[in-house]
């Protein structure tokens, strides 16, 4: 049986009965494809997003809570593209998984420790936009800080729910003198029940919950934008001050609504095949497209950065300072949040002194 990235399971029987099936010959010519794919993500997604968190390191001094977020999820990024891209690139040079029991698990632990954070970070980040568009007076009052308590709950929570891997994964033997880094479960139930459990909490559940926040998110939006249009005949200089911050609340809006449909077009075929792959036994899991659908689910970690980068920094900016050749000062689009809440505050509190 062909191995898989992440959660796609090397699955065995837990009698451990094993068969010399596990020693059947690979296809080369997918194994390059996979090879070269996965060199590109790596390279990709490390250099993005070291280089996007070096740049907000150098603006530490003037964190926003929306920097934190994007800081947060370029580590998250990282432990994709270092502890699941990379050790699966390696699995397909050397074929076989190499190395102790104890690496194994501890891989196979870390790579879905990298797909909770990305993901929790995105629904925290979320969660954090809806309390700054809708109860904006929490938010005002809210001290800022670089490690608040949504970043810490989303780390803590992916720590967590990655331990069953420790204990699913093992370095079994699966031929004569033969082995690999695979998954126990108790068969007919167990994968089922465990791949359907991991796409409810990381993909169906922050799926949902984002979209929920955005829409009520667009709908605070459209009535303070009504509020503004009821008042332009009345508070016309203050009305502009609203509508100039009412645009850069709206970009980071837009920035997140990317990142989300970024995430779900990434993830939404890695799981359909997950979930194909366990609950039919006719799945075509040696094919090249199912081969080639999982692995692009690690471009996720790619597209992240260069979301960011394309609403907030121009390109030739940030390469001025990663290369230190001036101490140049990104200023970034996110506007400062008690700005932003203030300014929703003032627009909602002049409506109703008008009425």
């Known amino acids: 049986m062909k191995k898989m990235p992440v959660l796609t399971l090397n699955l065995s029987d837990a009698t451990l009965e094993m068969e010399a099936t596990g020693d059947e010959p690979r296809d080369e010519h997918l194994a390059q494809i996979e090879i070269a794919l996965l060199s590109v993500i790596f390279l990709c997604a490390s250099f993005l997003n070291f280089g996007l968190l070096l740049v907000l390191w150098k603006k530490r001094q003037q964190m926003s809570r ?8 370029c580590l ?27 690496v194994c698990r501890l891989v196979k632990y870390l790579q879905i420790v990298g797909m909770f954070a990305s993901t929790y970070m995105i629904v925290v980040m979320t969660v954090d936009r809806y309390q700054a ?17 949504p970043v810490c709950v989303a780390w803590l929570a992916s720590f967590v729910f990655s331990v069953p891997q ?6 079994v033997q699966i031929g004569p003198g033969v082995y690999d880094c695979w998954a126990q479960f108790i068969q007919p139930w167990g994968p089922k029940a465990y791949v359907t459990w991991t796409t409810l909490v990381i993909f169906l559940v922050p799926i949902v919950t984002v979209t929920v926040c955005q ?15 009821q008042q332009q005949h009345h508070l016309s200089s203050r009305t502009s001050n609203v509508a100039s ?49 999982m692995l692009l689910a ?19 900016k940030l390469l ?34 008008i009425e």
């Open 320 to 353: 001025r300072a990663l290369l230190c050749m001036k101490h140049t000062d990104l200023k970034g689009s996110l506007p400062e949040e008690a700005t932003m809440v203030s300014s929703l505050y003032l627009s909602i509190k002049s409506h109703s002194d």
């Open 133 to 149: 568009i809708c109860n904006p007076m929490v938010t005002f009052q809210r001290r800022r800080a670089r490690w608040n308590l």
């Open 215 to 229: 829409v009520r998110i667009c709908r605070a939006l459209q009535t303070n934008l009504y509020l503004k249009t």
């Open 298 to 316: 690690s471009l996720n970690s790619v597209a992240n950065p260069c979301i960011y980068l394309l609403f907030t920094v121009k390109f030739p």
């Open 76 to 102: 998250a990024d990282l432990v994709v593209a270092f502890f699941q891209v990379c050790p699966q690139l390696m699995w397909d040079i050397t074929d076989r998984f190499i190395g102790p029991d104890l």
């Open 66 to 73: 929306m920097r934190v977020f994007v800081s947060h999820l």
């Open 245 to 293: 911050v009412s645009k850069s609340r709206i970009k980071t809006v837009k920035m997140t609504v990317v990142i989300v449909l970024a995430y779900t077009v990434c993830w939404a075929p890695f799981f359909t095949v997950q979930l194909w792959s366990v609950w039919n036994a006719d799945a075509p899991t040696e094919t090249a497209t199912f081969t080639i659908i």
């Open 166 to 171: 420790l204990f699913i994964f093992s370095r």
